[in-house]
T-cell receptor, first 115, second 112 residues
Framework: DAGVTQSPTHLIKTRGQQVTLRCSPKSGHDTVSWYQQALGQGPQFIFQYYEEEERQRGNFPDRFSGHQYPNYSSELNVNALLLGDSALYLC??????????????FGAGSRLTVL | DQQVKQNSPSLSVQEGRISILNCDYTNSMFDYFLWYKKYPAEGPTFLISISSIKDKNEDGRFTVFLNKSAKHLSLHIVPSQPGDSAVYFCAASGGNNNDMRFGAGTRLTVKP
């Protein structure tokens, strides 16, 4: 049973460019959350998708947007990249809608470097 | 706004001894707490959790203690094994938010 898969694993962009990261949740999970983990920091919540809608959002600017498809897979888009967007982007899935009591299953992440 | 804090960036213990990792939180609305373990090049994996109605939860070698009055939780690993060497994140959720807030992590090294 495949867990959470993310692509690409690594990518390099330049300032001002746009990036799309992809995530397939664990089988049986319908909720996807995205986190940004900067070097030496813990994961920071970006947003959460359930039933193809953004249900909750962390303290991130509108340059960060997302989408969830009917098969529960999800994308994270970041526009007008800044150097400070360099980080590991983690996708996590969970079952049964958004609930703080749900255990998150994480992917290995997509490491974004902005030059 | 760092609501979950892990003040020790690293911890080193000898194999067979106890490892104690600490976590403090500021939001009294948190009612669910979790510990995740992360190996290099892998995503965090769930280790153990505790709800605010309990003060202790045990799973094998791992025990989590919750002190609500102090807004403090700790993870005890007994006995520690070299394979436990990883970064441990404390996380909390609850209140008006269903997202999970993470601490900065503690890197545990268990020496053989």
């Amino acid at each position: 049973d495949a867990g959470v898969t993310q692509s690409p694993t690594h990518l390099i962009k330049t300032r001002g460019q746009q990036v799309t990261l992809r995530c397939s949740p664990k089988s049986g999970h319908d909720t996807v959350s995205w986190y940004q983990q900067a070097l030496g920091q813990g994961p920071q919540f970006i947003f959460q998708y359930y039933e193809e809608e953004e249900r909750q959002r962390g303290n991130f600017p509108d340059r960060f947007s997302g989408h969830q498809y009917p098969n529960y897979s999800s994308e994270l888009n970041v526009n007008a990249l800044l150097l400070g967007d360099s980080a590991l982007y983690l996708c996590a899935s969970s079952p049964g809608g958004f609930s703080g009591a749900n255990v998150l299953t994480f992917g290995a992440g997509s490491r974004l470097t902005v030059l | 706004d760092q609501q979950v804090k892990q003040n020790s960036p690293s911890l080193s213990v000898q194999e067979g001894r106890i490892s104690i990792l600490n976590c403090d939180y500021t939001n009294s609305m948190f009612d669910y707490f979790l510990w995740y373990k992360k190996y290099p090049a892998e995503g965090p994996t769930f280790l153990i959790s505790i709800s605010s109605i309990k003060d202790k939860n045990e799973d094998g070698r791992f025990t989590v203690f919750l002190n609500k009055s102090a807004k403090h939780l700790s993870l005890h690993i007994v006995p520690s094994q070299p394979g436990d060497s990883a970064v441990y994140f404390c996380a909390a959720s609850g209140g008006n938010n269903n997202d999970m807030r993470f601490g900065a992590g503690t890197r545990l090294t268990v020496k053989p």
